[in-house]
Nanobody, 120 residues
Framework: QVQLVESGGGLVQPGGSLRLSCVAS????????MAWFRQAPGEERDLVATIYSDDSTNYADSAMGRFTISRDNAKNTVYLQMSSLKPEDTAVYYC??????????????WGKGTLVTVSS
């Protein structure tokens, strides 16, 4: 069994910053791609940022220049540093990771999400 658990969400004022974390635990042999998605009420889940096994990254246009994705392979953790937050960043943020377990099976896993609310 593999679990992804996000943390770090909360209420922040416009212009503020927040750091999200996502830890993979359980039968984790190796982790390839890790990513953050978000879903606002009534909208589809959208990709925010991706980090690959070589530490290269990609960002959605909405995140470019404001968000930074990083990973700590020793801790099986991916982070999302968010700054200059806007009300439109309000959403549930989900972690996704491509994980190979100890049975050599590779699949994508999702966390349950952490809520980020940007409001004054």
């Amino acid at each position: 069994q593999v679990q992804l658990v996000e943390s770090g969400g909360g209420l922040v004022q416009p212009g503020g910053s927040l750091r999200l974390s996502c830890v993979a635990s359980g039968s984790v042999f190796s982790i390839n791609t890790m990513a953050w998605f978000r879903q606002a009420p009534g909208e589809e889940r959208d990709l925010v940022a991706t980090i690959y096994s070589d530490d290269s990254t990609n960002y959605a246009d909405s995140a470019m220049g404001r968000f930074t994705i990083s990973r700590d392979n020793a801790k099986n953790t991916v982070y999302l540093q968010m700054s200059s937050l806007k009300p439109e960043d309000t959403a549930v943020y989900y972690c996704n990771a491509e994980i190979r377990d100890y049975t050599s099976r590779t699949r994508h896993y999702w966390g349950k999400g952490t809520l980020v609310t940007v409001s004054s």
